[in-house]
């Protein structure tokens, strides 16, 4: 290990950059668009915690592309999308649970 893995890691990220932009217009523009059809009222906490896992989840995408060997163009395509899927994933995750496990009442028993 070299003194120098912390710079590249930096470079690493800040060249990936673009991409986390791209993920962020895609959470906005699903988050924007649930409002317009009222599936959401609005939220600047929402809208800041949807931005963040657009965020994430787009940077995550991004960064396998990458990994597969795909181009950075494509890499930030797909960190767009994965923007604006974000959510779908984690209704998915809600749905599964449920179907699963239950709803839980939150009464107490």
């Known amino acids: 290990m070299t003194g120098d893995d912390g710079g590249d890691l930096l470079q690493s990220m800040l060249a990936l950059l673009p991409t986390g932009v791209l ?5 906005a523009v699903d988050y924007l668009y649930a409002l317009h ?3 959401r009222e609005w939220s600047v906490v929402g809208f800041a915690m949807h931005l963040l ?3 994430f989840i787009g940077y995550l995408v991004a960064m ?3 990994g597969l060997g795909y181009p950075p ?4 395509a ?3 999308v994965g923007g604006v899927g974000n959510v ?3 209704d998915l995750a809600v749905i599964w649970w449920r ?11």
């Open 78 to 80: 797909a960190a767009g």
């Open 23 to 27: 993920a962020l217009i895609g959470g």
């Open 53 to 55: 896992f657009a965020g």
């Open 99 to 109: 179907k699963h496990y239950g709803v839980a009442s939150g009464s107490g028993g």
């Open 64 to 66: 396998a592309a990458i």
């Open 37 to 39: 059809i009222g599936r």
């Open 73 to 76: 163009e494509l890499a930030g």
């Open 88 to 90: 779908r994933l984690v």
